[in-house]
Nanobody
Framework: QLQLVESGGGLVQPGGSLRLTCAAS????????IGWFRQAPGAEREGLSC????????KYSESARGRFTISRDNTKKIVTLEITNLKPEDTADYFC?????????????????????????WGQGTRVSVSS
């Protein structure tokens, strides 16, 4: 059973950057496309980005385009999400999850949204707070 663990969150000033990391505490994430999501207080969980197993295909939601960069290092067996120019509205718990479709990322290409049901093995999340 794949278990994912997120790290790298913290308190950051507006305009700062963070790099979040997703790793597998059990089994390996080598065989799965991995997605990043976030959930702000009182809001629904939203998908941000997904990366295929090889790392050659990346997808971003409309809200994540521009300031978010997903990558993976298959030698280190981690997936990272770098966020630049952080804004107070980026304050949220950030989660990674594995695609139920294995190697590929499913996204609605018209609305540029991810379905939570296309992902499983959710981590516990890492909190990002953006405040001056």
């Amino acid at each position: 059973q794949l278990q994912l663990v997120e790290s790298g969150g913290g308190l950051v000033q507006p305009g700062g950057s963070l790099r979040l990391t997703c790793a597998a505490s059990r089994s390996t994430l080598d065989y799965f496309a991995i997605g990043w999501f976030r959930q702000a207080p009182g809001a629904e969980r939203e998908g941000l980005s997904c990366i295929s197993t090889s790392g050659s295909i990346t997808k971003y939601s409309e809200s994540a385009r521009g300031r978010f960069t997903i990558s993976r290092d298959n030698t280190k067996k981690i997936v990272t999400l770098e966020i630049t120019n952080l804004k107070p509205e980026d304050t949220a718990d950030y989660f990674c999850a594995a695609s139920v479709w294995g190697a590929i990322c499913e996204m609605d290409e018209v609305t540029r949204t991810f379905k939570l049901a296309d992902f499983n093995s959710w981590g516990q999340g890492t909190r990002v707070s953006v405040s001056s």
